[in-house]
């Protein structure tokens, strides 16, 4: 089933993810605003590759008239696509039917990630956008698949090995979003024992939390260089 567009919803990017006591609420925010910043490059009919749950899926339909969510069936989300595809290899979709292609945080856990760009830029018609997220310093995650991490100059060129044009490659922030984050991860890994002694501990790591996520991007506007260590990387490309 494709998923049309519904123009009496209205909602923001970070619908479900509004919870100020989570370790890395920030991520989200960033997304959130880098999503809304580029909405000018989602229209017609978006494919999502690696959609996972598809949490974006009513935030773009706000702006797409078709989203058809792509993902594997050995997914370790629940899955809410309406093609089953591994990304690893040529996808079942016809060549030149997209407008848009998203794929947030899925290009690390591709093996073939090169088969991945090629087929998205195969999919797309002329005058077509790619929107990409990747992360860069950040801790192996869903493994074992988990196979790569991209510096900005990495993309630049796969992403010109494909074939797209007009690439702008965005740090997510800069050091100390990194290293706060990095912090609240490596802290949160380190919970353990009865239900009553994690909640304790996660009570008084909370204002660490918190406030390190609030302070961090203030902070970086002291790092002149915020794509050597950002935590991730956004990415806009178009096909000609």
Not at 37 to 51: A, E, F, I, P, W
Not at 118 to 127: A, G, V
Not at 170 to 175: H, R, T
């Amino acid at each position: 089933m494709i998923i049309l567009k519904d123009s009496a919803v209205t909602v923001k990017p970070s619908h479900n993810h509004s919870n100020r006591g989570r370790k890395n609420w920030l991520i989200y925010d960033i997304g959130d605003r880098f999503l809304e910043k580029h909405s000018d490059c989602y229209k017609g009919v978006m494919y999502d590759l690696g959609c996972g749950e598809a949490p974006y899926r009513e935030y773009f339909l706000q702006y797409v008239d078709k989203y058809v969510g792509v993902d594997w069936g050995g997914s370790l989300h629940n899955s809410k696509k309406e093609v089953c595809a591994d990304l690893n290899k040529a996808l079942p979709i016809e060549s030149e039917i997209a407008d848009t292609v998203v794929s947030l945080s899925v290009l690390e856990h591709l093996c073939e990630p090169q088969v991945m760009l090629n087929e998205s830029f195969r999919i797309l018609r002329p005058k077509g956008n790619l929107v990409l997220q990747v992360p860069w310093q950040w801790w192996i995650h869903e493994a074992p698949y988990d196979f790569y991490r991209y510096t900005k100059f990495g993309l630049e060129y796969m992403l010109s090995k494909a074939g797209y044009v007009d690439i702008i490659v965005e740090p997510q922030g800069g050091f100390f979003t990194m290293w706060i984050l990095k912090f609240n991860y490596f802290s949160s890994r380190l919970i353990c024992g009865p239900q009553r002694l994690r909640s304790l501990v996660m009570l008084a790591l909370w204002p660490f939390w918190f406030l390190g996520q609030k302070l961090a991007p203030i902070l970086d506007r002291f790092d002149k260089s915020p794509d050597l260590e950002s935590y991730g990387y956004f990415v806009v490309a178009k096909k000609l």
